[in-house]
T-cell receptor, first 112, second 113 residues
Framework: GENVEQHPSTLSVQEGDSAVIKCTYSDSASNYFPWYKQELGKRPQLIIDIRSNVGEKKDQRIAVTLNKTAKHFSLHITETQPEDSAVYFCAGSNSGYSTLTFGKGTMLLVSP | EAQVTQNPRYLITVTGKKLTVTCSQNMNHEYMSWYRQDPGLGLRQIYYSMNVEVTDKGDVPEGYKVSRKEKRNFPLILESPSPNQTSLYFC????????????FGQGTRLTVV
C-alpha cells in the first residue's frame, strides 16, 4: 500500500517567516494529496489539496507543490501568524482513489 | 449547518463489551470513512465507504466492523474491544468523486480497560 513520510516532525518559526513542510510518497500512481491542519483538541480541517495533474496550487498564504518525478509534495505557508500554530498532516490517496494514507504530522509553532 | 456528527464524544468501556460509535452527515456525501489517531502515528484509515452498501478496508481494519445502510450514517462497530483499541476516532465525509476526507466529525475518545 501507499506509504507517506513527513518532515520535519516539529518546526519553529518567528511570526512573519515562511514555513515549509515536506512529504514523500511511495506509490507512483497516487493521484490526490490533501493537507490538514489540526489545532490542539480539535478535529482535522482540510486546508488545501492538489491532484497529480497539477504542479502547484495556491490559496492566499498557503500553497502546495507537487513533484511527481521525485514523488514528493510540500506545503508552504508565507507570512506566518501565531494562529497558524497547529499540527499539519499530509496525505496521499491510492491509485484507485479510494483510500487515504496520512503522514505522521508536523507540529508548527509560530512565535510572536 | 453542514456537519458530521459523532456520538458519543467520550466512552470508557471494558474489554469484550460490544460498542457502536455513530457517525452521521447531512451533506448527502457519497464517501465516508473512519480513522483512528494515536500519538506519534498520525491518522490511520480503518474503513471507508464509497456509497450505500459499498464498504472496504483501510489500513487498520482488524477488530472493527462498519455498515452503510443509509447514505447519511456510517457506524463503527467494535464487537469485542481490547485495550489496544484505546484511541481517538474520527469519522469523515466527502462528495465523491472529489476529496476523500473533506469534513471531519468532532471525534470520539475511546478508552478500553
Amino acid at each position: 500500500g501507499e506509504n507517506v513520510e513527513q518532515h520535519p516532525s516539529t518546526l519553529s518559526v518567528q511570526e512573519g517567516d515562511s514555513a515549509v513542510i515536506k512529504c514523500t510518497y511511495s506509490d507512483s500512481a497516487s493521484n490526490y494529496f490533501p493537507w490538514y491542519k489540526q489545532e490542539l483538541g480539535k478535529r482535522p480541517q482540510l486546508i488545501i489539496d492538489i491532484r497529480s495533474n497539477v504542479g502547484e496550487k495556491k490559496d492566499q498564504r498557503i500553497a502546495v507543490t507537487l513533484n511527481k518525478t521525485a514523488k514528493h509534495f510540500s506545503l508552504h505557508i508565507t507570512e506566518t501568524q501565531p494562529e497558524d500554530s497547529a499540527v499539519y498532516f499530509c496525505a496521499g490517496s491510492n491509485s484507485g482513489y479510494s483510500t487515504l494514507t496520512f503522514g505522521k504530522g508536523t507540529m508548527l509553532l509560530v512565535s510572536p | 449547518e453542514a456537519q458530521v456528527t459523532q456520538n458519543p464524544r467520550y466512552l470508557i468501556t471494558v474489554t469484550g463489551k460490544k460498542l457502536t460509535v455513530t457517525c452521521s452527515q447531512n451533506m448527502n456525501h457519497e464517501y465516508m470513512s473512519w480513522y483512528r489517531q494515536d500519538p506519534g502515528l498520525g491518522l490511520r484509515q480503518i474503513y471507508y465507504s464509497m456509497n450505500v452498501e459499498v464498504t472496504d478496508k483501510g489500513d487498520v481494519p482488524e477488530g472493527y466492523k462498519v455498515s452503510r445502510k443509509e447514505k447519511r450514517n456510517f457506524p463503527l462497530i467494535l464487537e469485542s474491544p481490547s485495550p489496544n483499541q484505546t484511541s481517538l476516532y474520527f469519522c469523515a465525509s466527502s462528495p465523491y468523486p472529489g476529496t476523500l476526507a473533506a469534513f471531519f466529525g468532532q471525534g470520539t475518545r475511546l478508552t478500553v480497560v
